[in-house]
C-alpha cells in the first residue's frame, strides 16, 4: 500500500499561523517574555516544554508550546494531492 506525504504543515495558534517548531523568539512571544527570560527559565528547568537543541540552536516544538499555554491549535496540512 502506498503511503502519502500530507506535504507541509502549518499549525494555527490562536488563529496565527506558525511552522511545526518555533524559534525562541517566536516561542518567547507567546510566552509573553524576552528571549533571555526564556533561556533563563531553560536554565532553571521550570518550563513545561522541552525544546529541541539542533546545534547551537533550539527549536520548540509548537504543539507543545501551545499546549501548555492552553491555547487552540489547528493542524493544516497543505499540498496534500488527492
Known sequence: MPT???????????GTPY?????TAQTAQLWGCSPERL????GRGTLPVEP????KRYRWP???VAE????????????DAA
Open 4 to 14: 502519502t506525504n500530507p506535504g507541509p504543515v502549518t499549525m494555527i495558534v490562536a
Open 19 to 23: 511552522p511545526p517548531t518555533l524559534s
Open 39 to 42: 533561556y533563563a527559565e531553560l
Open 52 to 55: 529541541l537543541a539542533l546545534g
Open 62 to 64: 509548537t504543539l507543545r
Open 68 to 79: 501548555a499555554l492552553s491555547l487552540p491549535v489547528e493542524i493544516v496540512h497543505q499540498g
